[in-house]
């Protein structure tokens, strides 16, 4: 290794004869990293280069290998992850189920199907749902088809909806009643006798009457 710069021992000597213990340390760590200044300067421009783009090189790798390796989610899982963000965030709108039907998919595998309706700002939308998923919820044998229902939908891109989710339901029952005329009581016909005014009676006379 070199020897140290005579200011640098100039200083060390300074610091030995006042007996400035900071002085000394400060001298001492001058000495320590003097090695690492030559080193530094040895390193030319070209070379940091060099270093600077295989490590971006390293990380574009890595990125592209995790990309690649890493588990993609599957169609269930996406479609379970959109139920359950419309169950959270989705607007709530009266529809119509309009059908349940079965389509084959491209395993072979049967999928249950409903078809519903319902409308936005004057635009009618017919959407369709795979309910197959949720099996353990609703029954399609038990779906009542024609009977209105309730849809939730995304707000800004209304397409987006659902008709039941696992934490939800939109399906109805039957149609609720709002209102019912309530029943008359039946007046006999003896009483119908009674409240016909006879000669010279007027109605005023039958209700003291009664």
């Not at 709108?93 to 079965?102: A, P, T």
């Not at 009483?191 to 209700?207: H, K, M, Y």
Request: some cysteine; charged content about 20%; overall charge negative.
């Amino acid at each position: 290794m070199d020897s140290p710069p005579l200011s640098v021992c100039a200083i060390l000597g300074l610091g030995g004869l006042r007996g400035d213990p900071v002085l000394t340390a400060f001298t001492t760590l001058l000495l320590l990293t003097e090695p690492l200044k030559s080193i530094m300067v040895h390193i030319s421009l070209r070379e940091w280069q060099i270093t600077s783009l295989a490590a971006a090189v390293a990380v574009a790798a890595g990125t592209a290998l995790w990309f690649v390796t890493r588990k993609r989610p599957t169609e269930e899982e996406l479609e379970r992850e959109r139920r359950q963000s419309l169950v959270s965030f989705g607007r709530i709108v009266d529809g119509s189920l309009l059908d349940g039907f079965q389509i084959t998919s491209e395993d072979g595998s049967a999928r249950d199907m409903l078809l519903y309706q319902y409308e936005i700002s004057g635009v009618i939308y017919e959407c369709s749902q795979d309910i197959t998923p949720l099996a353990g919820i609703v029954d399609p044998a038990s779906v009542k088809i024609g009977m209105p229902c309730s849809i939730r939908y995304q707000p800004g891109s209304p397409e987006n909806s659902i008709l039941v989710a696992e934490r939800w339901s939109g399906l109805r029952e039957g149609v609720p009643i709002l209102w019912s005329h309530p029943k008359t009581k039946r007046i006999p016909e003896d009483q119908w006798q009674r409240l016909r005014p006879g000669p010279g009676q007027s109605t005023l006379e039958i209700r003291s009457i009664q």
